[in-house]
């Protein structure tokens, strides 16, 4: 970091919300509860898991709010684990988000903005990789002058997208219906093959609710981080959880839980079967606005999770540095774009997020491992007491970190090809720590 200049504070406790909100909430919500309902065909245990899955959120929230509370630093993941495992870890992490997490989710959520731009257009035809692109360097250009315009345009495409939702939510829970058909038969699910059915349901919901933790990368950013930050991850992930069960209801409703199961875009086909073909026309808008937020989030935060590796001394130091102008790490920010770029070229980033698709809920579950290690330290009196606290703690966090692993095992299980290549490729890190380890001492910790 350059000498004398830091990050400058200019989040708010609303700017804080919409980015929770926004890390959350991407295409998702649009086209997948189908999966969720194939895997548990009965009306309440659909809705159940999703509020399931929002509980497992909540306790995460208050974790990393914890977290935050207890180090306001930019990295936020990186950070904890460093102070609680070491450099190692807190390396892999990082790197992980840069190969593969955070580079990959940018193509892909470009490619897909592209695909729904190009067809509101009517040009549904047409290549989307220089749409793609153009976001990506647009969105980045846009975050390289600075933490405030990212957060306005942050800001305003979450509001849209909660909008757009709102909209399918009412018209899913109000609009006039045909008798319902009889409800079909649950399947035959009973006893032991419930458990197993909502295990397997609640891998795609959880996923869905990945993503409050990127708000704590810019921890450092925030206005009294201390106390805004917990506040904006437990207010953010409420406010998810509320839309992902009404939208829920307002999926069964419409087309029941057969149908919701059998679509393969539930919000274009209920509203659709509500309002007529507009419908459709609009959920593509919808879509299209909340993959554009959600690639304006990731590019905005993840350059912080860089950042304060080089400054570690553990990467090219170029990258460590700040700009004096306009704040922000703005090496980090055009090396993001650049490997952004070359993945959506080669069409190489569904492999990469596939191999890694368990590494997030690996962190998760290591990185509330890590509030064990600071609250050892606060009883040892080496650290002071915080007042953001988790409820319910030691055994809500134990309980985050069993369905973290339950998660993780889960993914390895059901592509175990995968899951070899994704760690070899964490592992490929090793050798990159160890070469930066040993150039010498740290340039800022």
């Given amino acids: 970091m350059s000498a004398g200049v830091g990050y400058a504070r200019r989040l708010g406790l609303f700017s804080g919300v919409m980015s929770v909100i926004g890390g959350i909430i991407g295409s998702g919500i649009f086209l997948n509860p189908s999966i969720v309902a194939q895997r548990v065909p009965a009306r309440g245990l659909t809705l159940g898991v999703w509020l399931l899955g929002g509980a497992v959120a909540l306790i995460g929230a208050f974790i990393y709010g914890e977290l935050g509370a207890r180090a306001p630093r930019a990295g936020g993941g990186y950070v904890y684990l460093r102070d609680a495992f070491g450099p190692l870890p807190a390396f892999l992490y990082a790197w ?76 899913g829970l109000f609009a006039a219906l045909p008798p319902a058909a009889p409800p079909a038969a649950s399947g035959g699910l009973a006893g032991r093959s419930v458990v197993l059915a909502i295990g397997a349901a609640l891998v795609p919901v959880l996923f869905s609710y990945g993503g409050w933790q990127q708000t704590n990368f810019i921890a450092e950013e925030m206005v009294e981080p201390e106390h805004n930050l917990p506040r904006a991850l437990v207010l953010g992930v409420i406010g998810v959880v509320t839309v992902y069960v009404l939208a829920n209801v ?80 703005t090496a980090a920010i055009v090396v993001q774009c650049a490997w952004a770029i070359v993945l959506t070229c080669t069409g190489t980033y569904g492999d990469l997020l596939d191999y890694v698709v368990f590494a997030d809920w690996l962190f998760f579950g290591t990185t509330a491992a890590a509030l064990f290690v600071y609250r050892a330290r606060e009883r040892r009196g080496e650290t002071p007491r915080v007042g953001t606290r988790v409820p319910g703690y030691p055994v809500t966090p134990a309980i985050f970190i069993l369905i973290a692993a339950y998660v993780v095992v889960g993914s390895v299980a059901s592509n175990p090809a995968n899951a070899v290549r994704g760690i070899g490729l964490m592992l490929l890190g090793v050798p990159v720590y160890l070469y930066w380890r040993g150039r010498g001492r740290p340039h800022a910790l």
């Fill in 96 to 171: 992980a988000i840069l190969l593969m997490i955070a580079s990959g989710a940018i193509a892909a959520v470009a490619v897909a903005f592209a695909n729904y731009a190009l067809a509101l257009v009517g040009h549904p035809m047409a290549p989307a990789l220089p749409v793609a692109i153009a976001a990506i360097v647009l969105l980045s250009a846009v975050n390289y002058v600075g933490v405030k315009p990212g957060a306005l345009v942050q800001n305003t495409f979450t509001v849209l997208k909660l909008l757009a939702l709102a909209g399918l939510i009412v018209v």
């Fill in 250 to 329: 307002a999926y069964v409703r419409v087309l029941g839980v057969g149908g919701l199961a059998a679509s393969r875009a539930p919000a274009a086909d209920t509203v659709e079967q509500v309002v007529g073909p507009i419908g459709r026309t609009l959920i593509t808008l919808g879509i299209a606005l909340s993959a554009f937020g959600f690639l304006n989030l990731v590019i905005l935060v993840s350059p912080r999770v860089y950042q304060t590796m080089a400054a570690d001394g553990l990467f090219f130091p170029a990258l460590a540095r700040l700009d004096p102008r306009f704040r922000t790490p």
